[in-house]
């Protein structure tokens, strides 16, 4: 099969809602990252995303409307708190798990009684959910394994061949994948830490819970709330380590293990501000240090570089885990296998 990659435009939108009322694939922008988009009322569409993807079939998709009045017909019960936060962030970077309705298939949501909803704030998002008439599931369009694409090319590096079309929206505006917010009890539970915060979260209602494995590995035998905490993400080919604590701290902490590498025949490459000064060693910028939605914007085509320039040891510096901070420190986490070195 060949993949084209189309500008969003009135046509191609059209094009593409049709693909997906067909039971195809399509590559669909969003203000997150791209997604692997399908009907999320057809099984076999279903399936069909997780054949690309080699995702494991217990990791359930998140299915995107383009309205609010969407959402009804696919959940069972919309508790009080999800519609405080509906109101407050949607359109937006959040996915709110809901107890699911029938019309689900269970291909979709991995056989839990509960779904993902998300409704994007992106307009080519949205406007390809409006062509194909139908709710569309969608992963990250990445295969399994690799960092979320924020970009149609990166998702044409992991798709060629795949599907028949990725619609180009440009680069992702936050670069992370959404929060997964769980609604179905009293109190929110983050699940996946992302543009939503909890900061926001308990502004609006005064009280939040992060899931414990937000920031720690799992240990043997600890039961996920959400299947994708069980599998190893976004880890690039580089042997990867986090540096915390104070910038000249971090940046002599780094600087040392860049040179160590470097005499001991490895390729070692700095994931760093542009602020720090590493005299002049390979550095990949996560943007200003003044600015976390820089990191958060640059991180996932940072691990990508990373792979392409053959790097064999990535050096990360850290950033506060607060707001957008905790989900790139998340993301970090994960590519780092949790190797965090307190400077
Ligand atoms: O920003 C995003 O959310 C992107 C764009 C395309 O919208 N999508 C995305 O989907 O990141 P995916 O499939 O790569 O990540 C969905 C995450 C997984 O970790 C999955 O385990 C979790 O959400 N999830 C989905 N449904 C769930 C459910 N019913 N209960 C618990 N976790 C769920
Ligand atoms: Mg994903």
Redesign the pocket.
Known sequence: MQTHVKPVTPETLAEGGALIRAGELVG?P?E????LGGNALDARAALRIFEAKGRPAD????V?VAAVEEVAPLVSAVPEAARRLMRAFWPG?M?L?LPKAACIPAEV?AG?D???I?L?SSAAARGLIRAAGVPIA????NRSGRP?PTTAAHMLEDMDGRIPLILDGGPCEVGL??S?I?ATGEVPVI??P?GVTPEMVERLLGSVRVDEHVMSPLAEGDVV?????KYKHYAPKAKTVIFDGAAERVIAAICARYDEAEAAGERPAILGFDEHDFGGRTRISLGSVKRPQDAAARLFGALRELDERGETVALCEAVEATGIGLAVMNRMARAAGFDIVQT
Not at 138 to 141: C, F, K, V, Y
């Open positions: 669909m969003t997150t990252v791209y997604g990791n359930p998709l998140i995107h970077p996915t798990i949501s839990l509960t779904v993902g998300r994007p969608a992963p990250s369009g979320s994948e959404s997964v769980d699940l996946r992302g709330r959400s299947p994708g905490m």
